[in-house]
């Protein structure tokens, strides 16, 4: 059974920096390639940032280029979301998902985890 457990969210003021991480499980993390996304309330999910299966190659939303850095560790089947220099409308739920594709045709692969709720707020 293919799990997601994502982790790190919390609240914290503007311009402040989180850590996210990914726990993935059941399947061969370390043979796909992964993405972050998020989802504001009454918003559609969206594409935050995305690593190749060796961690080599990464891709991030304009949004948030030069704020966060997504890495990876296969050993841990582990994914991680640097996140600093915070805004408001940073606040969103935050899933991880392997993926397959790449650019306009990368979509999730498999169901979604419970997500992890960051709040950036004064």
């Known amino acids: 059974q293919v799990q997601f457990v994502e982790s790190g969210g919390g609240l914290v003021q503007p311009g402040g920096s989180l850590r996210l991480s990914c726990a993935a499980s059941?399947?061969?993390?370390?043979?796909?390639?992964m993405s972050w996304y998020r989802q504001a309330p009454g918003q559609e999910r969206e594409l935050v940032a995305a690593i190749s299966i060796a961690g080599g190659i990464t891709k991030y939303a304009e949004s948030v280029k030069g704020r966060f850095t997504i890495s990876r560790d296969n050993a841990k089947n582990t994914m991680y979301l640097q996140m600093n220099s915070l805004k408001p409308e940073y606040s969103a739920a935050y899933y991880c998902n392997a993926v397959a594709g790449a650019g306009s045709t990368r979509s999730p692969i498999y169901s979604w985890g419970q997500g992890t709720q960051v709040t950036v707020s004064s």
């Open positions: 059941g399947f061969s993390f370390s043979t796909y390639a």
